[in-house]
């Protein structure tokens, strides 16, 4: 297809996730690479909609491949979830010149970038959330920074409830996946993996094991706790109440989302970033770039967004006997 793109913007959309920074690096030399002119869009869809839109060049993304967060900002943008807010997105691009925008984000920033590509503005989209929770890719830019922010926590805190002889319930976070509470479940060595995929809610099972293991002289007791299940505070204290072993909950929370990242999302979301730049130069629109099966992709936005997602059946199976 011929090459009708001259100048991409790229934008950062919902919550933000380690090796975000690598994804814009990338898309911006990336494009320049190959002719085209890039400009930053701060603060996601808002900051489009308030034309908050720079020029970048190579050294805009100097010194940002290490550093976690993002150096775009990101936001949430009700206006934009609106055809009157998506129209004035596109108005707005056609007016700075952008034909095409590199979004990069999770599923709600996705539908926006589905919309805008509708309204002729070319869109690919990159997959950037810590929740590993897309369904058309295996891996999501800052999951890997994030199940490793969350391990090392969760080793220290083994380190204080064994001291103390106690059970720790820890809920990490995923929105309503389960992905870092399994990974960590089983990278931790946990006594209990709770998934809002799987768990059944028998909290007296929880307790009748948890009173076993004493008896074998288990010193402490460690329960994975996922944000969509919650209630870890008020699961602690029924759990001390029937079992008369302190308890502790921590929830570990927004930590989880920075630092710089790991190598694997530096690599993955250099890749991902410079395929979205390269898509873009090759006229294409209305794509989201996946990792699926070890082979980088690309598939359509909306194929994309009806595709359902669950936890690996045989991973959960083997978690289940690792935790016993
Ligand atoms: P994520 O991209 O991480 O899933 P959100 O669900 O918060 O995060 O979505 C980020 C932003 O994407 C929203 O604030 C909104 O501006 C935009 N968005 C979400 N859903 C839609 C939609 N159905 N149509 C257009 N834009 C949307
Ligand atoms: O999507 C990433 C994520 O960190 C989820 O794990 C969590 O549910 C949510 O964002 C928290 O959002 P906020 O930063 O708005 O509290």
């Known amino acids: 297809m011929a090459n009708k793109v001259k100048t991409i913007g790229v934008l950062t959309s919902g919550g933000d996730a380690p090796g975000m920074n690598a994804a814009i690096r990338a898309v911006v030399r990336t494009a320049i690479s190959d002719g085209l002119k890039v400009k930053g869009i701060m603060r996601g869809y808002a900051g489009l909609l308030s034309e908050e839109i720079v020029d970048m060049d190579s050294t805009s993304v100097s010194d940002t491949i290490n550093r976690g967060g993002t150096v775009l900002y990101t936001a949430r943008c009700q206006e934009f979830t609106t055809p009157e807010g998506q129209k004035r997105g596109a108005e707005i691009c056609r007016k700075h010149g952008i034909d095409g925008v590199v979004v990069i984000g999770g599923d709600g920033s996705f539908r926006g970038a589905g919309k805008l590509s509708a309204l002729g503005i070319n869109c690919i989209g990159v997959p950037g959330t810590i929740d590993l929770d897309i369904a058309c890719t295996d891996y999501t830019i800052g999951f890997d920074?994030?199940?490793?922010?969350?391990?090392?926590?969760?080793?220290?805190?083994?380190?204080?409830?064994?001291?103390?002889?106690?059970?720790?319930?820890?809920?990490?976070?995923?929105?309503?996946?389960?992905?870092?509470?399994?990974?960590?479940?089983?990278?931790?060595?946990?006594?209990?993996?709770?998934?809002?995929?799987?768990?059944?809610?028998?909290?007296?099972?929880?307790?009748?094991?948890?009173?076993?293991?004493?008896?074998?002289?288990?010193?402490?007791?460690?329960?994975?706790?996922?944000?969509?299940?919650?209630?870890?505070?008020?699961?602690?204290?029924?759990?001390?109440a029937a079992t008369g072993i302190e308890t502790r909950a921590t929830i570990l929370g927004h930590m989880q989302r920075g630092g710089s990242p790991t190598c694997k999302d530096r690599f993955y979301a250099s890749i991902m970033g410079a395929r979205a730049a390269e898509l873009l130069a090759e006229g294409k629109s209305n794509r989201l770039v996946a990792y699926k099966h070890g082979e980088f992709i690309d598939v359509d936005i909306q194929e994309a967004l009806a595709m359902q997602k669950d936890i690996s059946e045989a991973q959960y199976r083997i978690a289940m006997k690792l935790v016993r």
């Not at 391990?151 to 976070?173: N, P």
């Not at 099972?205 to 002289?217: D, F, L, S, T, V």
């Not at 329960?223 to 602690?236: D, L, Q, R, V």
């Open 145 to 240: 920074t994030a199940v490793n922010t969350a391990m090392e926590a969760i080793d220290k805190i083994r380190d204080t409830s064994t001291s103390h002889e106690r059970c720790s319930i820890i809920e990490v976070m995923g929105r309503h996946a389960g992905y870092i509470a399994l990974w960590c479940g089983i990278a931790n060595g946990a006594e209990e993996i709770l998934l809002p995929e799987r768990y059944d809610g028998d909290e007296q099972a929880i307790i009748n094991r948890i009173i076993e293991a004493r008896k074998k002289g288990k010193k402490h007791y460690i329960i994975i706790n996922a944000e969509g299940i919650g209630h870890s505070t008020s699961m602690a204290r029924r759990i001390e």
